[in-house]
């Protein structure tokens, strides 16, 4: 949907789950869906997720692995 080499600038989003993506800035955003503060190019944003984002499993995964 989005060119990996476009000069567009982007968000860092979040969903429920703490899944992140990347989001053109300015568009409205899906629901579940919040903004975490994060913006540049895609790259940058990329970089940001790579470092929030160190347990890939969505949240109610770890939820239910940590009450085990």
Not at 14 to 35: F, H, I, K, M
Not at 48 to 68: C, H, K, M, N, V
Request: charged share 35%; net charge negative; hydrophobic share 30%.
């Amino acid at each position: 949907m989005f060119e990996d080499d476009d000069d567009r600038t982007y968000e860092v989003v979040r969903n429920t789950e703490e899944q992140y993506s990347v989001w053109p800035d300015g568009r409205a955003l899906p629901a579940g869906w919040e903004r975490t503060g994060g913006r540049g190019g895609k790259a940058h944003c990329l970089a940001l997720i790579d470092g929030l984002w160190t347990d890939l499993r969505p949240r109610s995964t770890r939820e239910r692995a940590a009450a085990r």
